[in-house]
């Protein structure tokens, strides 16, 4: 029977699990020295090492480990003093040893948690994610299918594989169950996301691109009565690849539950793929039994063993932490509420601190880049973060402006001719030859000659009817292709029509 | 006396992905017994508070720089491949959803 | 020439008595002449062969300075990755395969000017002691064709044996370099783990796994041993240190002063008559040579078979998941409408043979949930319980001692059936490779009852393989006069066969 949200939140709680799959952003694989640039042409970022040939050797990439020891101190974890590398043992086409390198019982983080914070009815509340683990482990390879259905694996004829993935690294991020999130479950899980995601860019060790693949969500949902103390069957379902699917896909997982135990029926303990056309789940193939993954201690990789004063050395390089850092900037740059939530979620936040940072007013920098740049980038169909237009170069634009030189029309201009790559504004300005037009004596002229072509309008306004200025200052503006400055045309004209001007 | 059964077997080759005929999987089963009471033996020592060896050398932090070496060609990558099509090794449908 | 050992062929070549070409022509034609016979060699590379030959008399013509075994020939076990060339392992499931990259040991020898002229036989993926799991047939004793050479290594300890090549470089997993080097009357080490790079090494169990060298002298197997050793940074568990001065050990052979412990478990009940009359007379040697002889106790030395059975096997169960027919080696059963899943499972069914297939099921249920415990973890304890006897008992000696196997060559066939009495021929030999330490096996004569090689086995701690060299250059020489020559000169001709 369809049930609606409310329906399942009346009688359950859900009880939610996230394991959160980062690919780090080093130069180099995990085990070997191969590139890692996404979007090589397929097998040309592979080596005897992430190939699994006979006998190839994996060896530790160091930044691998320094990263994950600063995801962890982030994620306010302990660091594991030692620990190892494991095998997990299953056979499938991607992964080319038929074991993934990984980490089992002794995992290099442990036991952290992160706050977020999400709106409720009765205002913002917090909730803590407590961490059980961060992990250590590599990526697989990707499968082309051919044949059958757009690329899917349900009735491919043959698959194509391209091992330039195979060996890149990956950490996990695995909370404990997170109870008592009640109806805000969806939200508190995409607002954990939100955070992960923030806190690995502010770390700088991962692209954090959730549409690339390099930050993967597999959420663990369960249901069960409110006021028992017996959790239910979970399901996990992967591929959640936006934010905006981690709230939809618990959401529908909730309710697929609710229906399934309101109609008697059990869940089933399973992997489910979300399908982000429907908002739906679909059940995974299911393999014939429970795989077995046999780990043992990988005997090729000796334990790895931080030593403290290294692990302090990492804790005090911490960027400050992104909910609080939130904080301070909406009190320092007295941004409204709104406000602060459109550039969180234009992902701005950095650009415009950068172009503050570089002398811009902060209110000035953040409507340059939340405004005309963002609807450039729409237009263009790229992330602002992707157009050639540097934090230098708006900070550069808005001093010009403050000095007169450019008004805000012309700036437009010269942002448009930055991003189309005619250079920094001063040479966008140079080579358009943009300059405001602040000869009273020619911006005279060119008033005299509107007044003159609009003599009705004119008279209106000598009759004291000063909305009409705005047809002759439009005109004026026109007639000086845009260079004046509006605000002394409009001094200069009501003067000229014999009215004050204030 | 240890032993497998058939079954056992079958279901260790299945793991192992090995297609063990009929005859393999008895004959398997049958030597398991005197295999595994030769290896059990492990277990009649009292190893309560013994470490577990791993690596026979105590190394530890053994980690390489986060520096890119030029790879394989592709033609070498590929030069082992059953089976190759547009630059990428080939392979049978995939029955199983990845992990 | 052939005859001669590596030593005197490396100073016959730096003084221009004879080419690296010759030297090499007439080890292929001494291939040519008994391979038939001994099967010692899965692939013969006449062509790089000559051409590496050709390379490095044009180096030392040129005047270049040369390492001390430049141009002189060696067989190499094929477990050994060699760009360009077949590489199998022994396994059918490999056929045909060619590397594109060369292993650590394989550019170390190339550096090195040593001529590498085939790959030779073993146990398949080194899963045997008697070289007749090869999924391309045995190879056989040149002590008696009717015979195994022991192994896995049996190719390379054959070859050297029959004097198709004066050095080899075999693996030693459980004594899969000592067993058979003890079996064809040559010698051969297992260096400390960690010592020689197992970059390109096909692995079969990567914390017992290490290649190593044979010789038909004490010296030769020592210039051999520096040429393969050192610091690897593709190799993680490869050991950051000088390489212990092996040559120099072996020129200056001396036991006076030193301690020698017998390792009282090694012994006894289970070792041939003729053996233990070989290992005896080898001791009565060494004592009127200086060394105090004592008995040390190694009680956990009981359970290092049973440990060894479950430590490898379930490494190479994780090892061999690799052959699955997706990027490399042989692919079966890929018919109309076969799954990647089918067709891996009928390529290892087809691609393995009976040994590799009993020890991954064995190693895959010794991993799995519910039996990890009792099998693998038990395994891994009983480890550092023999790590914890032998550093004990090398606080009483400088090294140990024991024979290598319990018995001398045995027949092909005698034993492929029962897979337990195969395992025995590995039992003192085993708690060398659980401990990761180092150990040799030299000839110490030929046993009464069958007038096959005895190998006595000397064991050190971990980066004092000079003790090996010291100690088995001392007995050598003690033997050699009163054998009025090398061991190796007893075996039978072969040749003759053009």
Request: glycine share 8%; hydrophobic share 40%.
């Amino acid at each position: 029977m369809a049930l609606s949200y409310d329906d399942v939140i009346a009688k359950y709680e859900p009880v939610l699990g996230l394991e959160v799959h980062v690919e780090l952003n080093t130069e180099s694989k995990m085990f070997c020295s191969c590139s890692t640039t996404f979007g090589g042409e397929p097998n040309t970022q592979t080596c005897p090492v992430c190939l699994a040939l006979p006998g190839a050797l994996p060896v530790v990439n160091a930044k691998a480990i320094e990263s994950s020891i600063l995801i962890g101190l982030a994620l306010n974890c302990k660091i594991a003093p030692y620990s190892r590398f494991s095998r997990k043992n299953y056979f499938y086409p991607d992964m080319p040893k038929n074991f993934q390198i990984s980490q089992y019982d002794e995992p290099i983080c442990f036991d952290g948690y992160v706050d977020v914070e999400i709106e409720t009815e009765e205002g913002p509340k917090q909730f803590r994610i407590e961490i059980e683990r961060v992990h250590m482990e590599e990526d697989t390879g990707k499968s082309l299918h051919v044949g059958g259905a757009t690329g899917r694996i349900h009735g491919a004829e043959y698959s194509l594989l391209d091992y330039n993935r195979a060996g890149i690294p990956l950490v996990e991020i695995v909370t404990k169950i997170v109870p008592g999130t009640g109806k805000y479950a969806p939200e508190v899980a995409k607002a954990y996301v939100a955070e992960l995601r923030d806190i690995l860019r502010g770390l700088k060790v991962s692209d954090v691109k959730m549409e690339q693949g390099s930050l993967r969500c597999d959420a663990n949902v369960s249901l069960r009565l409110i006021g028992s103390g017996v959790l239910g069957t979970r399901s996990e379902t992967k591929n959640v690849n936006s934010l905006r699917s981690v709230e939809r896909a618990i959401r529908g997982e909730m309710i697929r539950h609710a229906e399934l135990l309101n109609d008697g029926q059990k869940v089933k303990q399973e992997t489910r793929h979300f399908q982000e056309e429907t908002g739906l789940t679909r059940s995974g193939r299911s393999k014939e039994q429970a795989e077995d993954y046999r780990y043992f201690p990988e005997p090729d990789l000796v334990p790895v063993a931080p030593a403290a004063t290294w692990i302090e050395e990492l804790r005090a390089q911490l960027p400050e932490r992104p909910s609080l850092r939130r904080k301070r900037l909406k009190e320092q740059w007295a941004v409204p509420d709104k406000e602060m939530a459109a550039m969180i979620n234009a992902d701005v936040l950095d650009i415009v601190e950068e172009t503050v940072l570089l002398g811009s007013d902060p209110t000035k920098a953040r409507t340059w880049w939340l405004g005309e740049i963002s609807r450039l980038a729409n237009e263009k169909d790229l992330a602002i973060a992707d157009l050639s237009i540097t934090p230098k170069d708006v900070a550069d634009i808005v001093a010009l402006i403050a000095a007169g030189e450019l008004t805000d029309k012309l700036a437009r201009q010269v942002v448009e001719g930055v991003i189309a790559g005619e250079g920094n504004p001063a040479e966008v300005v140079a080579k358009r030859g943009i300059k405001v037009v602040n000869d009273d004596g020619a911006l005279m002229a060119a008033i005299e000659k509107v007044c003159a072509e609009q003599s009705e309008t004119a008279d209106k306004v000598r009759n004291g009817h000063i909305p009409a200025a705005g047809a002759l200052i439009g005109a004026v503006m026109k007639e000086t292709k845009g260079q004046a400055d509006a605000a002394r045309v409009r001094e200069l004209l009501l003067g000229h029509l014999g009215q004050a001007t204030n | 006396m240890s032993s497998l059964s058939r079954d056992d077997v079958a279901k260790l080759a299945n793991l192992a992905r090995i297609e063990m005929t009929e005859d393999e999987l008895v004959n398997l089963a049958s030597q398991f017994g005197s295999i595994l009471d030769a290896v059990a033996r492990v277990q009649e020592l009292n190893l309560d508070g013994v470490k577990a060896t791993s690596h026979p050398q105590p190394l530890e932090n053994i980690f390489r720089q986060d520096v890119v070496l030029p790879s394989l060609s592709p033609d070498q990558a590929l030069s082992g491949a059953p089976a190759q099509e547009d630059q990428r090794f080939r392979v049978p449908q995939i029955l199983g959803e990845a992990e | 020439m052939i005859n001669k050992t590596a030593a005197e062929m490396s100073n016959a070549l730096a003084k221009g008595e004879v080419t690296s070409v010759a030297l090499t022509k007439a080890h292929l034609d001494r291939i040519a002449d008994v391979d038939p016979k001994v099967k010692a060699f899965l692939h013969v590379d006449n062509e790089n062969a000559l051409a590496q030959a050709a390379a490095v008399d044009a180096d030392r013509a040129a005047g270049k300075a040369l390492g001390p075994l430049a141009g002189v020939p060696l067989a190499l076990k094929d477990v050994l990755a060699q760009k360009g060339v077949p590489t199998t392992a022994g396994s059918k499931i490999l056929q045909g395969w060619k590397p594109p990259y060369d292993s650590t040991v394989v550019a170390k020898l190339k550096a090195a000017g040593v001529v590498i002229l085939g790959k030779t036989n073993m146990d398949e993926f080194a899963m045997g002691s008697s070289t007749e799991n090869s999924g391309y047939g045995p190879t056989f004793n040149p002590w008696d064709l009717t015979r195994t050479p022991g192994g896995s290594s049996g190719g390379s300890a054959a070859a050297v044996s029959a004097f198709q090549a004066p050095i080899a470089i075999g693996s030693d997993t459980g004594g899969s370099i000592r067993q058979p080097a003890a079996l064809t009357g040559i010698v051969g080490v297992r260096p400390t783990y960690g010592a020689v790079s197992r970059y390109g090494l096909i692995a079969y169990s990567s914390s017992l796994d290490q290649a190593g060298p044979f010789g038909r002298t004490v010296l030769d197997t020592a210039m051999l041993h520096e040429v393969i050793s050192g610091h690897d940074p593709k190799d993680a568990t490869s050991i950051n240190a000088p390489v212990p001065a092996v040559v120099a050990a072996a020129k200056s052979g001396n036991v006076k002063g030193l301690k020698i412990g017998v390792i009282k478990q090694l012994q006894g009940s289970g070792y041939q008559t003729g053996v233990l009359a070989r290992f005896n007379e080898s001791l009565e040697i060494l004592a009127s040579l200086g060394a105090e002889i004592v008995e040390v106790d190694c009680p956990s030395f009981e359970f290092a078979l049973a440990a060894y059975y479950l430590i490898a096997p379930s490494e190479c169960s994780s090892n061999l998941a690799r052959f699955d027919a997706m990027r490399y080696g042989l692919r079966t059963g890929d018919v109309d409408g076969a799954s990647a899943e089918s067709v891996m499972n009928s390529t290892r069914e087809s691609g393995f043979g009976r040994e590799v297939k009993r020890r991954i099921i064995l190693g895959t249920y010794a991993l799995s949930s519910g039996y990890y415990d009792a099998y693998y973890g038990s395994a891994q304890k009983i480890r550092t319980l023999i790590i914890e006897d032998y550093k004990k008992a090398f606080t009483q000696a400088d090294v140990l001692v024991s024979p290598t196997s319990p018995i001398t060559a045995f027949k092909i066939g005698e034993k492929s059936e029962d897979p337990i009495a195969m395992y025995l021929a590995d039992v003192a030999t085993i708690p060398v490779n659980l401990a990761g330490i180092c150990g040799m096996s030299l000839p110490a004569g030929l046993a009464d009852e069958d007038n096959l090689p005895v190998g006595f086995q000397i064991m050190a701690p971990a980066m004092q393989d000079q003790r090996l060299y010291q100690v088995g250059a001392a007995l050598e020489a003690a033997l050699v006069t009163k054998w009025g020559g090398h061991l190796i000169s007893k075996a039978p001709a072969l040749g003759g066969a053009k």
